[in-house]
Structures are given as C-alpha cells and as structure tokens.
C-alpha cells in the first residue's frame, strides 16, 4: 500500500519552481500583451486569464512524464486503466 501511494496522487510541481515560473509569466504578460480577439483586451479578467494560462503552460513543459504516462497520452488512453473487466 505505502508503494503505490505516491504513484496515485498528482505530480507535485516544487513551490521555488512555481515562484520562478510565476515571476517570469508575470514579466512576459506585462510586456507582451494578449491578443485575443474577443474584445476584451486590455481588462484585468484578460489580463489574468493570460497570466494563468501563460504559467500553466511554462509549467507543463517543466513537469516531468514517466514513458507509460507519454505513451497513455499519445495512444489516448484513459486516464484509469484497469485489468478486470
């Protein structure tokens, strides 16, 4: 039981990390701004929908995939796979 714990929880992204990320999201929101189409340039709600999205994205490219997790995405599978039927 106390081995298969950890592979059942959510990846941990570390809070040092995040900050960074976080920092340097905020950095490139602020210079680039979005260009969205929807006409709600420019708004706070805009502008932390981008920083949001920007963050989420910089730290999926940090996280870390074991192959089966790669291969489960890459052939679609479902995110629980089970042996009975």
């Not at 969205?36 to 920007?54: E, Y």
């Not at 995939?65 to 052939?75: F, G, K, P, Y």
Request: glycine letters at 4%; a positive charge.
């Amino acid at each position: 039981m106390f081995y298969l714990i950890p592979y059942q929880g959510k990846n941990k992204f570390p809070v040092a990390q995040l900050l960074v990320v976080l920092n340097n999201a905020l950095e490139h929101v602020q210079k680039y701004e979005s260009r969205t189409t929807k006409g709600d340039k420019g708004t706070l709600q805009r502008t932390a929908k981008h920083l949001l999205q920007r963050t989420m994205n910089r730290m999926d490219l940090m996280m870390e995939l074991s192959d089966c997790q790669v291969t489960a995405a890459l052939l679609e599978l479902p995110s629980m796979i089970m042996t009975d039927s």
